[in-house]
T-cell receptor, first 116, second 117 residues
């Protein structure tokens, strides 16, 4: 079955540590996204990528980094510069970013990150 | 600027009664609107979308949404609620395809729906 796989499901970070969240899709989608979800705040966009080797900052990119070396993969690194990383992180993908494709975004089941 | 408002943090309804989850939007240009549902510790699942055409859009699990251009609203409805419909619901609007907003979705804060037996 096609879909988006996020791992791990739960992750704990120590002070000063960088951690990487994995996101893999087998939907053959060009566009991929990372969102942060906090209670009562909805989803906020961290980074998104239109195509391999290209990515753009979203609304809250500070303290995060991404790479897009392969079409299927879009890992997110939460760096030590992110002082409040505790949240639920969601990865999504869509066929493309252009208006000609109005297909919805598909979501993974998220990674819950906590501070030790 | 693009934005979505979900004026109710919580909606409570009895099983078998109709439900409505409200959404209003602000967007430059034609709106492209979406509803998603989220169950605890899961990702978002797509329910339905409005792109153009009929103002009443039918989606998954018996849900439908009514687009009202004059009121800039896109309310989610279901004629008869089920306990299993209890979840967090998000409305989203797609930004126009220009510059830095290319292809982006803007989400509301979500509405927690509780259906009691």
């Amino acid at each position: 079955d096609g879909g988006i796989t996020q791992s791990p499901k739960y992750l704990f970070r120590k002070e000063g540590q960088n951690v990487t969240l994995s996101c893999e899709q087998n939907l053959n989608h060009d566009a991929m996204y990372w969102y942060r979800q906090d209670p009562g705040q909805g989803l906020r966009l961290i980074y998104y990528s239109q195509i391999v080797n290209d990515f753009q900052k979203g609304d809250i990119a500070e303290g995060y980094s991404v790479s897009r070396e392969k079409k299927e993969s879009f890992p997110l690194t939460v760096t030590s510069a992110q002082k409040n990383p505790t949240a639920f992180y969601l990865c999504a993908s869509s066929v493309s970013l252009t208006l000609s494709s109005n297909q919805p975004q598909h979501f993974g089941d998220g990674t819950r990150l906590s501070i030790l | 600027a693009q934005s979505v408002a979900q004026p109710e943090d919580q909606v409570n309804v009895a099983e078998g009664n109709p439900l409505t989850v409200k959404c209003t939007y602000s967007v430059s240009g034609n709106p492209y609107l979406f509803w998603y549902v989220q169950y605890p510790n899961r990702g978002l699942q797509f329910l339905l979308k409005y792109i153009t055409g009929d103002n009443l859009v039918k989606g998954s699990y018996g849900f439908e949404a009514e687009f009202n251009k004059s009121q800039t609203s896109f309310h989610l409805k279901k004629p008869s609620a089920l306990v299993s419909d209890s979840a967090l619901y998000f409305c989203a609007v797609r930004a126009p395809d220009r510059g830095s907003t290319l292809g982006r979705l803007y989400f509301g804060r979500g509405t927690q729906l509780t259906v009691w037996p």
